[in-house]
């Protein structure tokens, strides 16, 4: 969800007055004064590290481009018409009996180990702060014929081919990091500058790759809007996130053939949300999740109008069966294989769109890593001057900086 904001930081003040909180809307509870030589309950610092991390202009900043962001996302055209709540329930149902009745319970199960990316496609291309090749491949994910789905996943021509950006220096033996994208984006523009792409490839002596997701960049078909890959029809979701790991562990393959020396995932947001879910099916060697998403069904119920949450409810949109489902594609059914000192996460202590709940169970679910509250919300991570170096000294301390480049 990391998208080229930086423009309002500049112009914030102009756009919106400062306002008191509208209802509904109040700080973070404030958890009780333990008694003298108590233990502090579990979670309590991390409460404690989020309210320190609140200034006032932060707070207001990130919650004002935060709206921007959600009031982007939640267009009348992207609400389910009539029918669809009915259609999508149906199609969970069935996605549940062949999934999970009778099938694997595991992730580590369900994907299966996708074949070797031996040649792919690869062109030079140009960003203005460097040189870049462009990767493409036929991705050769497709839902089984007997998804309920399959008809339309597999529809979705565009789709069919991964695209990745790369930038690598001479030299074959270095680290290489695996930066996954948020919701939205998926080009060289946003991607590099939402990486910081030329200080990890000239300043810390990277080699890159960008794999761009599902229905997202050049593999988003022209039928469907901005962010499909998340919408009420969460097949699509499902699916979404299936491929992407698909794809990514075939590209993990082939920097490894490319003798990397080390293989780090860092994803942002929705790819935080895929790179983790990677952590548990791929030895890697350090994964950080910015702005981290880790339960979907969560998400959407968070974030759902009142009238459609109920409906999607009484349809079974978001029920036991959408749980189960998702727990095959969720971060939280798998426990990384990095070591815990190479676990970071950053997350935004006002953060409106993936919510600072869902960074404490992510956090919680990693047993307690490094974790860094920066202040602010979502997208605002994009200007904060806390996040870059907590990502660049986790990079330093795991050995990827290359320091004689």
């Not at 060697?285 to 119920?301: E, R, S, Y």
């Not at 036991?320 to 095959?328: A, D, G, I, K, S």
Request: charged fraction near 20%; charge should be negative; proline fraction near 9%.
């Amino acid at each position: 969800m990391s998208v080229g904001a930086g423009v309002w930081s500049s112009l914030i003040h102009r756009i919106f007055p400062w306002r008191a909180p509208i209802a509904g809307e109040s700080e973070p509870p404030q958890p009780p004064k333990p008694e003298r030589g108590a233990k502090p309950p579990s979670g309590a610092s991390i409460r404690l590290a989020r309210r320190n991390a609140y200034t006032g202009l932060a707070q207001f900043t990130g919650r004002s481009v935060d709206r921007l962001f959600l009031a982007a996302m939640s267009r009348p055209h992207r609400y389910p018409g009539a029918g669809d709540l009915a259609r999508v329930g149906e199609e969970i149902a069935a996605a549940h009996d062949l999934y999970r009745k009778g099938g694997p319970a595991a992730p580590s199960a369900f994907h299966a180990t996708p074949p070797p990316l031996d040649s792919p496609a690869i062109e030079p291309a140009w960003h203005p702060s460097m040189r870049f090749e462009w990767l493409s491949f036929e991705s050769e994910y497709t839902a089984p014929p007997a998804d309920p789905s399959a008809e339309r996943w597999n529809g979705y021509d565009r789709n069919h081919v991964s695209h990745a950006w790369v930038a690598r220096h001479r030299d074959a033996e270095r680290p290489w990091l695996i930066c996954l994208h948020g919701l939205g984006t998926g080009g060289p523009y946003s991607d590099f500058k939402g990486f910081r792409a030329d200080m990890l490839h000239h300043e810390l002596g990277l080699n890159l790759l960008m794999p761009v997701l599902p229905l997202h960049g050049p593999r988003k078909p022209a039928s469907l809007p901005i962010a499909s890959l998340l919408s009420f029809d969460l097949l699509d979701a499902f699916h979404g996130v299936s491929q992407a790991v698909w794809d990514t562990r075939r590209l993990i393959q082939w920097a490894r053939a490319q003798c990397a020396t080390k293989i780090g995932l860092y994803g942002l947001s929705m790819g935080s949300y895929v790179a983790s879910l990677l952590s548990g099916l791929e030895n890697v060697d350090l994964v950080i999740a910015g702005i981290p998403v880790c339960d979907i069904p969560d998400l959407f119920v968070h974030h759902a109008p009142v009238d459609q949450r109920q409906e999607a409810e009484d349809n079974g949109v978001l029920g036991v069966h959408t749980r189960e489902l998702f727990e095959l594609v969720s971060p939280l059914s798998v426990t990384p294989h990095t070591t815990l000192e190479n676990r970071f996460i950053f997350a935004g202590s006002d953060d409106k769109v993936s919510t600072p709940e869902q960074a404490e169970r992510h956090w919680e679910h990693w047993e307690q890593p490094g974790i860094r509250w920066f202040a602010g919300g979502h997208v605002s991570f994009f200007w904060s001057s806390e996040v870059a170096p907590f990502v660049d000294h986790r990079l330093h301390k795991s050995g990827f900086a290359v320091l004689d480049h």
